[in-house]
């Protein structure tokens, strides 16, 4: 059974941090491209970052140059660490890993910019909530 499990959400002040971790089991994570999506006040889910299994990593505009994605494979862990946090940043914060089983043969599923929360399309975590307000 897949299982990914976030930890590290909370309330913060503007320009304040805080790290998310993800920890995962019952998949080949060192093969799997890993991921973090927020839903804020709307009903979809908002691509954040993702990091590859070649350790490539992407952000939106939102977050590049605040926001930081690491892996470490030996933990089957993703991380997100969170710099000058803006209330905009207010979410529910998912890790997800995409369901490749359902790629067509020769494809490889990528991670959509935005998509329903916890969508069929990947394997999501509870999420974790952060709050960011003075």
């Known amino acids: 059974e897949v299982q990914l499990v976030e930890s590290g959400g909370g309330s913060v002040q503007p320009g304040g941090s805080l790290r998310l971790s993800c920890t995962t089991s019952g998949f080949n994570f060192g093969d799997s491209d890993m991921g973090w999506y927020r839903q804020g006040r709307g009903d979809e889910c908002e691509w954040v970052s993702n990091i590859r299994n070649d350790e490539r990593s992407f952000y939106s505009d939102a977050v590049k140059g605040r926001f930081t994605i690491s892996r470490e494979n030996a933990k089957n862990t993703v991380d997100l660490q969170m710099n000058s946090l803006k209330p905009e940043d207010t979410a529910v914060y998912y890790c997800?890993?995409?369901?490749?089983?359902?790629?067509?043969?020769?494809?490889?599923?990528?991670?959509?910019?935005?998509?329903?929360?916890?969508?069929?399309?990947?394997?999501w975590g509870q999420g974790t909530q952060v709050t960011v307000s003075s």
């Open positions: 997800a890993t995409l369901r490749q089983e359902n790629a067509r043969p020769g494809t490889r599923l990528l991670f959509r910019l935005k998509v329903p929360c916890r969508d069929d399309y990947a394997y």
